[in-house]
C-alpha cells in the first residue's frame, strides 16, 4: 500500500510524519537536530531513502545532513560517525560554501545591494532550500543567503558554486527582502535537463537552459511599487513559484504582492490575484493530477505577517487562477494569526492528492481530499519553516 | 593532555563528551589547538571558525583560567595551565537567541 512522508524544518529541529495513504493516523518522528534551525529537509525523487537537510545555527553556521535510510539515521556527508579519521583528503566538507571566484568558472565577487541602498559583499549565510536531482540521488543543488546557487555531485559531500548567476551582471542591483537575500527557489524541469527556474528575494525570478552556466531574468510583467523603477528587469521580491511537472511551461508565482502566472516559462507574467482577500503571501503550489488547481494561503500583509481577520484560510483555484474559494473546512476561523513561510507547502501524488503546510504556530495539517477538509498532523511543534512530502509505494 | 569544553549542540554534533582530550605539540595555541580539534573531529569544521578566513565565529568565546582569549592572537601561546592540561579551554556559545 503506498505511504507518504512529510519532511517539516522547524526553527528547533526536523520531525518526519508518516502515514499509509489514507493519510488518516501519522507516526511522529523527532526532533532531528533538536534545537538547530532546519530550512529545509527534502528527499531524493530518483532514491526516496535519500534525504537532504540543511542544518543551520546563528552560533555554529551550516551544516548539511543525508540520510541514506529515510531518515531513520543521519550522518555529514563525509563524515559519518563513529568513522575512524583516515589518512586522504580532508572531510567535514560537507558545509562548506565558497563563493566560487576561480579563474576557469568564477566570476569577481561582485557586490550587491544592501538594505540601505549602498553596495555590500557577498556573505554566506545559510541554505534556505535542498533540490535534489530529478535523476541521481548524489546530485542536489543549494540555494542559499546571500543568494547563489550550488551543486553537489557526491551526495552533499562537496559543493562547487554555478556561478555563472551571480556573475549574470544585476547582481549589484539584487538586494536583501526582510528575511535576508535569499535563494529559496528551485525548479527542475523534467522535460529539459538543460533547465532549471530559480528565485531569489529580492531579485526576481532567473532561468537557464544550459544547465547553469548562463541565466536569464524572467521577471517581464512583474509590478513591485516599493523598487524605484516598478517594472524593472530585477529587483523583485518574488517569494515563491510553483510547477506541475506535467506542465513544465506553466509557472505560477506568490509574490511579495500579487500572484502571477507565466505560461510561457516565465518569459512573460500576468496577474492572477483576482478576487483573493489580500494577494500578499509565501506559499503557491499547484494540485498533482489537476495543473490549473492551484493553492496559496493569504497573509494580511508585508506589515502584519498572519492571515487576515483571525482565520485561516488556503484558497483554491480551479481555473488556473483569478478565480479563488476558500478551504475552511477543519481549519480555526477565529483568533489565528499565524503565517506560513514560502516552503511550508507540498503535494503529494496519490490518486486523491494530499495537500500539506505548517504554520508558525507549530501546526502542520493535511488534506486527503484536495484541500476539501483539514486535520491537523501535530498542534505544538517549533515554528515550521518548511514542509516537502514523499510519496512511497 | 589538552582539555577542551565543547557547547552542548556541538558536543551532539562530534559524538563526544562534555570534555574532549586532544594531544597537542608545543606550543600550545588557540590554532593548534582548534587545528587538533578538527582534525580529530572533521564534523566540527566550520563551527568554530569560518571555513576559509579561520575567523572564529561571531557568536562563540573562547575562555581559558577565568580569561577571555576571544581576542587573543591565534598564535599566541596559551596559558601554562591550559598547555598542561590542568586548566580546559572552554568553547562557550554566547546566551543570546530563543
Not at chain 1, 84 to 106: C, H, I, L, Q
Not at chain 2, 38 to 49: K, S
Not at chain 2, 61 to 70: G, H, P, T, V
Request: aromatic content about 8%.
Amino acid at each position: 500500500m503506498s505511504k507518504v512522508r512529510v519532511l517539516v524544518g522547524t526553527r528547533k529541529g526536523a520531525f518526519i510524519l508518516t502515514a499509509d495513504g489514507k493519510r488518516e493516523k501519522w507516526d511522529v518522528s523527532g526532533p532531528h537536530f533538536a534545537g538547530w534551525e532546519m530550512y529545509h529537509v527534502k528527499g531524493s525523487p530518483a532514491d526516496p531513502n535519500r534525504l537532504y537537510a540543511s542544518q543551520s545555527s546563528g552560533w555554529f553556521g551550516q551544516l548539511i545532513q543525508r540520510s541514506d535510510d529515510g531518515g531513520k539515521t543521519w550522518h555529514q556527508p563525509g563524515t559519518p560517525p563513529g568513522e575512524t579519521v583516515a589518512p586522504g583528503p580532508p572531510k567535514g566538507m560537507s558545509n562548506k560554501f565558497v563563493y566560487d571566484v576561480s579563474a576557469e568558472t568564477g566570476k569577481p565577487l561582485t557586490t550587491h545591494q544592501f538594505y540601505d541602498g549602498t553596495q555590500h559583499p557577498w556573505e554566506f549565510k545559510r541554505v534556505w532550500h535542498l533540490e535534489p536531482s530529478l535523476t541521481d540521488p548524489d546530485t542536489v543543488f543549494a540555494g542559499v543567503e546571500d543568494a547563489a546557487l550550488f551543486r553537489s555531485t557526491d551526495g552533499g559531500e562537496n559543493w562547487k558554486e554555478l556561478s555563472g548567476l551571480r556573475g549574470h551582471g544585476t547582481g549589484p542591483m539584487w538586494q536583501p527582502g526582510a528575511g535576508g537575500m535569499c535563494l529559496h527557489t528551485i525548479i527542475l524541469d523534467p522535460s529539459n535537463p538543460e533547465r532549471i527556474f530559480i528565485a531569489i528575494s529580492a531579485a526576481g525570478a532567473f532561468r537557464t537552459d544550459d544547465g547553469g552556466k548562463s541565466w536569464t531574468p524572467i521577471n517581464r510583467g512583474l509590478y513591485s511599487k516599493y523598487i524605484p523603477n516598478p517594472t524593472a528587469e530585477v529587483g523583485h521580491c518574488v517569494h515563491h513559484v510553483a510547477m506541475n511537472p506535467s506542465r513544465p511551461g506553466v509557472l505560477f508565482m506568490q509574490k511579495h504582492w500579487d500572484v502571477m502566472r507565466s505560461d510561457n516559462a516565465g518569459d512573460s507574467w500576468q496577474k492572477i490575484s483576482g478576487n483573493l482577500p489580500t494577494d500578499f503571501g509565501f506559499v503557491i503550489d499547484v494540485h498533482t493530477h489537476e495543473p490549473e488547481t492551484v493553492y496559496v494561503v493569504p497573509i494580511k500583509s508585508d506589515a502584519e505577517h498572519f492571515v487576515p481577520d483571525g482565520k485561516l484560510r488556503v484558497f483554491r483555484s480551479r481555473t488556473g487562477g483569478n478565480e479563488w474559494e476558500p478551504l475552511t473546512k477543519g481549519l480555526p476561523q477565529s483568533n489565528c494569526y499565524v503565517n506560513v513561510l514560502r516552503d511550508a507547502m507540498a503535494v503529494d501524488s496519490l490518486d486523491e492528492c494530499g495537500i500539506y503546510f505548517g504554520t508558525s504556530g507549530g501546526q502542520v495539517y493535511a488534506s486527503a481530499d484536495a484541500g476539501d477538509s483539514w486535520n491537523p498532523i501535530v498542534r505544538d511543534l517549533p515554528a515550521v519553516l518548511s514542509v516537502e512530502v514523499q510519496t512511497l509505494t | 593532555m589538552i582539555r577542551v569544553l565543547l557547547p552542548p549542540h556541538l558536543r551532539t554534533l562530534a559524538h563526544a563528551g562534555t570534555e574532549v582530550t586532544l594531544e597537542v605539540a608545543s606550543p600550545v595555541t588557540l590554532r593548534s589547538v582548534l587545528d587538533a580539534l578538527e582534525e580529530r573531529y572533521p564534523m566540527l569544521r566550520g563551527t568554530i571558525r569560518d571555513h576559509v578566513t579561520q575567523e572564529r565565529r561571531p557568536f562563540l568565546r573562547f575562555f581559558a583560567c577565568e580569561q577571555d582569549l576571544s581576542h587573543e592572537p591565534v598564535d599566541s601561546p596559551l596559558p601554562e595551565a591550559v598547555a598542561s592540561g590542568a586548566e580546559p579551554l572552554v568553547v562557550l556559545g554566547a546566551i543570546a537567541g530563543g
